[in-house]
């Protein structure tokens, strides 16, 4: 009978023990006129028949909570919800109540408020009221909760969300100043200074230009798509530089599209995985395509994994999956098709 309290937002047995003889207790006095210590009295008989009215009212209208949460589940069309809620339960509370009416007949509520037989009408009013009054107190408390509950949530996640951010941001400056890193580019850049020193100088430049970027968004939640395209292509200014012919990154994408916004440094974090999970030879050259589709910007590369000894963690695609949720209701992308490893990322706007 309970299971649905993930839906409540709270396990509300013990509110619903409290509450139902709780309310059932004022409505007596409040819409009958009923007393303790004097006419018209309030007498067991009738107590008990505004608890079972009170209680098919309470749980039906739990019920229904529970079925609008269900089909609208999202947040943001709360509005959407409590409209539909709000009518159906109504609809429900009244029907429920004028069925059950003849359990006030048999308590006799009508004599006890002094409301001649035949007087119809004001025995609909009166009851009515009374039953719409326990719907308003079932909303008021379970709307409540489930208010504070949600905000709770998203404080907690923008929360999570910002330290996802801030942990992406430090372990690509620590990927970036990790000794295999240093020793690759230090290394590339000794090979290309005797050989080319203007491309050395380049280099040196395009290494700065990664180092500058990280620090400078460490703060930041989204930038603009052409930041992060300029320091994308200083970075695969320095792997091509390594791998030469045998890594080939294409970037394609219109001027129309630079101004939206992206996380910063997912791009680095895509291609980062490209050159670990997969093989970059003359034999096999890495090919790394960057280009917008249907509002997306998509990281695209052929596929052709190394033989690792421990499988990838996905740690770098979760991250951006949680700093997008912060931003965006839609989802990150991933595809394998056997051929090619595809990661779709919206592009959000200003």
Same mark, same amino acid.
């Given at each position: 009978?309970? *299971? ?24 007596? #006095? +409040? ?13 067991? *008989?009738?107590?008990?028949?505004? @608890? ?11 019920? %229904?909570?529970?079925?609008? *949460? ?7 069309? +709360?509005? /959407? *919800? ?6 159906? $339960?109504? +609809? ?13 007949? @048999? ?14 009408? $004001?025995?609909?009013?009166?009851? !009515? ?24 949530? &998203?404080?907690?996640?923008?929360? $999570? ?21 240093? #020793? ?6 000794? &090979?290309?200074? =005797? ?5 050395? +100088? ?5 290494? &700065? ?39 080939? %990154? ?13 996380? =910063? ?5 895509? $291609?980062? !995985?490209?050159? /670990? ?34 499988? &990838? ?29 595809? @990661?779709?990322? =919206?592009?959000?706007?200003?």
């Amino acid at each position: 009978m309970w *299971r649905a309290s993930s839906k409540i937002g709270f396990d509300d047995r013990l509110v619903t023990a409290l509450l139902v003889p709780g309310i059932s207790l004022i409505i007596p #006095f +409040v819409f009958f006129g009923m007393r303790l210590d004097q006419p018209p009295y309030l007498t067991w *008989r009738a107590y008990l028949c505004v @608890v079972i009215i009170t209680t098919v009212i309470w749980l039906g209208n739990r019920y %229904i909570m529970i079925w609008a *949460r269900a089909r609208y589940p999202q947040f943001e069309v +709360v509005r /959407k *919800r409590l409209l539909t809620q709000s009518l159906v $339960m109504l +609809v429900y509370t009244l029907l429920s109540n004028n069925i059950l009416g003849y359990v006030l007949d @048999v308590c006799g509520l009508k004599e006890h408020r002094n409301i001649p037989g035949h007087d119809l009408y $004001m025995v609909v009013v009166t009851t !009515n009221a009374a039953a719409i009054f326990c719907s308003l107190t079932v909303v008021a408390i379970y709307e409540s909760i489930y208010f504070m509950n949600e905000l709770k949530n &998203s404080v907690e996640e923008k929360e $999570m969300l910002k330290r996802e951010s801030l942990k992406a941001q430090l372990d690509a400056l620590k990927t970036q100043v990790n000794p295999h890193f240093l #020793f690759n580019n230090l290394n590339t850049l000794s &090979s290309v200074i =005797p050989d080319n020193p203007r491309q050395a +100088v380049d280099f040196v430049q395009q290494l &700065s230009k990664v180092y500058r970027h990280i620090l400078e968004v460490k703060d930041e939640q989204s930038i603009p798509l052409q930041e992060e395209l300029d320091v994308m292509r200083a970075y695969a200014f320095l792997l091509q530089t390594r791998f030469g012919d045998n890594l080939d %990154i294409k970037i394609n994408v219109p001027d129309n599209k630079l101004q939206k916004k992206i996380v =910063p440094l997912s791009l680095q974090i895509l $291609m980062e !995985n490209a050159i /670990k999970h997969n093989i970059v030879s003359s034999d096999k050259p890495l090919k790394i395509d960057v280009f917008a589709e249907n509002g997306r910007l998509v990281v695209s590369n052929n596929l052709q994994k190394k033989s690792q000894l421990n499988e &990838s963690t996905g740690i770098g695609l979760d991250n951006i999956r949680n700093r997008y949720k912060l931003l965006s209701e839609k989802r990150v992308e991933v595809t394998e098709n056997g051929s090619n490893f595809t @990661v779709s990322i =919206p592009l959000i706007e200003n």
